[in-house]
């Protein structure tokens, strides 16, 4: 495998890293305070041309593939904004980029996949239900057909960003659940979420303010045929091909964000004096730690970098997708806490943006599948173990 980076990936690098660095720690802050959305950023990145790395030129994307958006993500992540902004990128490109350009009607793809390369249309996807969560083939949102369309009845829970969005990829049943064949009768659409009988309330919560959380309610929600994605009956399919690589961009994220938090604990350490004159950088106890989680952190991006192109050259990527969520997770979650320990008082500050990161990341050691899932899997496919749930 080569990993020379080609002059194009370098080039797309620099441009994330200067829209980056325009932003920054500060305004990250900031709209993390506001609990607001961070429209002024994705529309610097879509008019850098970020948002449609992976995405059809046919529709004013680049045509490239999944290990280009990874290192777009990552870099982007790395100067400030953590792992929220991987987020925006699965809401976008991936929920609504990816279910449109492959399985969208022609309308969609005329009219809807450019506003979202430009950044003028935000997505959302609802799929997961309060007594289903992890378990998605137990979904019991019903859409039963009346006409040519459809009346769509049901709760989900934990939906990310609906309120700034303008259409939401709905996943419901169109045949009555079936115990013995739960992946049959699977039925994606995207409608607009201004579209009567939906409703939201939002979820307080712990991090990732900048992205919204909702209940979303369907009361007999109408759904047109024309607002089919795929085949009808025969969603399920199409509906991993969103998730698997909702894994990729999710992981590149949260590579981000390790090496964020890595580089304020040591630009701190370098400059914080305790006991004398030497800085606490010296220290091995602080030293250690975060070697650790840089080489961890090294680990996942090298996985996901190959799930990335083996997702970009037609091949089996899953497990590499799932052992590269896994790794970065972890690793996520150690860099970001000992960060704030490199601190000590100061790592709860505010100001000290590592409080944020914090936060924001321990979402993913269980979102968007949790590790003891992702480790079902590895046990599952990769090692033969005999399912245990």
């Not at 939906?198 to 900048?210: A, D, N």
């Amino acid at each position: 495998m080569d990993f020379t980076r080609t002059e194009e990936q370098t080039l797309m690098v620099e441009a994330a890293r200067k829209v980056g660095e325009r932003f920054g720690l500060d305004y990250w802050r900031r709209i993390d305070e506001e609990q607001r959305f961070p429209s002024e950023m994705w529309k610097a990145i879509a008019q850098a041309g970020l948002c449609g790395v992976a995405l059809p030129e046919s529709a004013g994307g680049s045509g490239l593939g999944m290990l280009d958006l990874a290192m777009v993500i990552e870099t982007l992540c790395a100067t400030g904004a953590g792992a929220t902004l991987g987020q925006v990128f699965m809401i976008n490109p991936i929920f609504g980029g990816v279910s449109i350009s492959k399985y969208g009607q022609p309308w969609m793809k005329e009219q809807l996949l450019p506003r979202l390369i430009t950044g003028d249309l935000n997505f959302c996807m609802a799929l997961t239900e309060p007594d289903a969560g992890s378990n998605t083939l137990e979904m019991r949102a019903q859409a039963r057909a009346e006409g040519q369309g459809w009346r769509i009845k049901g709760q989900k829970i934990w939906i990310t960003a609906v309120p700034d969005a303008g259409y939401m990829l709905v996943v419901a049943r169109t045949r009555p659940y079936d115990p013995k064949r739960r992946a049959d009768g699977i039925s994606l659409f995207m409608v607009p979420t201004d579209r009567a009988g939906l409703s939201f309330t939002k979820i307080p919560k712990l991090g990732t303010h900048t992205l919204s959380s909702c209940n979303v309610f369907f009361d007999d929600m109408r759904v047109e045929p024309e607002e089919l994605v795929g085949t009808e009956n025969d969603g399920w399919r199409a509906l991993l091909d969103v998730l698997n690589t909702e894994r990729i961009v999710t992981t590149a994220g949260l590579v981000g964000t390790t090496e964020l938090a890595i580089r304020l604990a040591v630009d701190y350490a370098k400059d914080r004096k305790v006991f004398g004159d030497r800085p606490i950088a010296a220290y091995q106890a602080l030293q250690f730690p975060l070697a650790q989680c840089h080489a961890e952190n090294e680990a996942a991006r090298l996985l996901n970098h190959r799930a990335a192109s083996r997702f970009d050259t037609g091949q089996s990527y899953g497990s590499d997708a799932n052992h590269a969520k896994l790794l970065a997770a972890q690793t996520c979650a150690k860099a970001t806490e000992r960060a704030m320990q490199t601190m000590g008082g100061m790592g709860f500050a505010k100001d000290m943006h590592a409080e944020r990161l914090w936060r924001d990341s321990r979402l993913f050691k269980f979102a968007p599948v949790s590790e003891e899932m992702v480790l079902n899997y590895i046990a599952m496919h990769d090692l033969g173990l005999v399912r245990g749930y």
